[in-house]
């Protein structure tokens, strides 16, 4: 079947921190990966996303890599900054069906 | 141009009742999704409608849950009756096409309490 994992949160950081939040899949076929976004009080917007094996989807300082092999999609940020604080969801696209981690808090401390 | 917008934003019912959901997706996206989040667990899909028509309704936890598309515009979601479990919060959102090249865009989700 098809299932994402994340870590679970929530995840603290001061600004300027390093920010990695780990994030898993089980597919079958060929999936596309994403990474959402939700700030307080918003839907959720696309933060990144990467089509095929070995490709990287960067956006806004955040950066993610297809990894087949160890089918992980992990988010990355040198840098974190306060305004980063949100709710941050994995998510696997397989046959236009969408299947969602179940999101990680990240709280941003000036 | 306006985004994905769902009405209400908050409902609180009780056990028995019944509500309707509403999403109003972005002017001219054929594709037209609900999710749910329950209890802060993962966001699952519902269904799936390219126009009016339901193209996949797989997510649909029973049939106290009917979704509908008149005119391929606006959508409704009803739940009847409600019952403790179905609180959370349901989210909507709509694309041009395939996800492989065209982006979901979501809205801000209805929050769902039954009491």
């Known amino acids: 079947g098809n299932s994402v994992t994340q870590m679970e949160g929530p995840v603290t950081l001061s600004e300027e921190a390093f920010l990695t939040i780990n994030c898993t899949y089980t597919?079958?076929?060929?999936?596309?990966l994403f990474w959402y976004v939700q700030y307080p009080g918003e839907g959720l917007q696309l933060l990144l996303k990467?089509?095929?094996?070995?490709d990287k989807g960067s956006n806004k300082g955040f950066e993610a890599t297809y990894r087949k092999e160890t089918t992980s999609f992990h988010l990355e940020k040198g840098s974190v900054q306060v305004s980063d604080s949100a709710v941050y969801f994995c998510?696997?696209?397989?046959?236009?069906?969408?299947?969602f981690g179940s999101g990680t808090k990240l709280n941003v401390k000036p | 141009e306006a985004g994905v917008t769902q009405f209400p934003s908050h409902s609180v019912i009780e056990k028995g009742q019944t509500v309707t959901l509403r999403c109003d997706p972005i002017?001219?996206?054929?594709?037209l999704y609900w999710y749910r989040r329950v209890m802060g667990k993962e966001i699952k899909f519902l269904l799936h409608?390219?126009?009016?028509?339901?193209?996949?309704e797989s997510g649909m936890p029973n049939n106290r849950f009917l979704a509908e598309r008149t005119g391929g515009t606006y959508s409704t979601l009803k739940v009847q009756p409600a019952e403790l479990e179905d609180s959370g919060v349901y989210f909507c959102?709509?694309?041009?096409?395939?996800?492989?090249?065209?982006?979901?865009?979501f809205g801000p989700g209805t929050r769902l309490t039954v009491t």
């Open positions: 959102a709509s694309s041009q096409g395939d996800p492989f090249w065209y982006e979901q865009y």
């Open positions: 597919a079958t076929g060929y999936p596309s």
């Open positions: 990467a089509t095929k094996a070995d």
């Open positions: 998510a696997l696209d397989n046959f236009n069906k969408f299947y």
């Open positions: 002017s001219g996206h054929d594709n």
């Open positions: 409608f390219v126009k009016e028509s339901k193209q996949d």
